[in-house]
């Protein structure tokens, strides 16, 4: 692939990302609300028990989410972090950050800083390689190994700065976006991923915003409980079987 096609490519991943990013926001602040519906729900007499046992076992999950998206994956949102924290102490029966501190305490890994442009000399022993392209024969002959070494080790110099600051780059998108660092990174495969996640965070916006309107009324939070506790006593018995 050519660069210039790889760097149109890679350009247009980068602006789905740029649409992924408001999503995300959009989905870790409806998650927030729900868990303070989730808690509401608990103080709540028109539930049973084993009700409210669930509703906080769910809020315990979902803050515990929310929380690391927040502050472990960097997640923007308008969220009340201290009243999320002490949610998390009230439904998990933990500290959050005592829980995650080697998550929170883990040394960011540092990014390559690219390689500078060629210097003056170099670049215009680059400009004069170019321009003797187009020359003469006669002109071009005339040159002696020498030059044409020099040329070549402009060349090299510049190829080999271009290749680490596409390397500082991918490495960069991979610890921003928690690739594998191992992994190769194919920008037309990575707009396919970028677009089904899109597609996910959009679905699950809806799933979240159907779960907030449930809250509406008590009654629907029971209905809506009950079948959640139906669907889990379900997936237990077929972890059980499996």
């Known amino acids: 692939m050519r660069l210039s096609s790889f760097l149109a490519r890679a350009c247009r991943a980068l602006h789905k990302e740029d649409e992924l990013a408001p999503l995300e926001t959009v989905a870790i602040e409806l998650k927030a609300k729900l868990v303070f519906c989730f ?37 923007p949102g ?74 070549n080790r402009a060349l090299e110099a510049r190829l080999a700065g271009v290749a680490g600051e596409i390397a500082a780059a991918e490495r960069g998108f991979k610890s921003r976006y928690q690739f594998d660092p191992e992994q190769s990174i194919d920008p037309s495969d990575l707009m396919e991923d970028l677009e089904g996640e899109i597609a996910d965070v959009r679905d699950y916006i809806g799933e979240l915003e159907f779960e907030l309107s449930q809250f509406v009324d008590m009654q629907q939070v029971k209905a809506w409980l009950q079948a959640m506790k139906q669907q889990l006593a379900a997936t237990r018995r077929r972890e059980a079987r499996g």
Do not use: M, W
Not at 89 to 112: C, T, V
Not at 115 to 142: H, T
């Open 78 to 151: 308008e969220c009340d972090i201290d009243r999320l924290k002490a949610l998390y102490r009230k439904h998990a029966g933990s500290d959050f950050d005592a829980d995650f501190a080697e998550e929170r305490e883990a040394p960011a890994q540092a990014l390559p800083v690219p390689q500078e442009n060629a210097d003056g000399a170099a670049q215009a022993l680059l400009a004069e390689a170019r321009a003797l392209a187009g020359a003469e024969p006669e002109r071009r002959g005339a040159l002696g190994e020498d030059r044409y070494a020099e040329y």
């Open 39 to 75: 808690d509401h729900a608990c103080k709540q007499k028109e539930l049973s028990k084993k009700e409210r046992q669930l509703a906080s076992e769910i809020a315990a999950q979902l803050v515990e989410e929310t929380l690391c998206g927040l502050e472990l994956d960097g997640t």
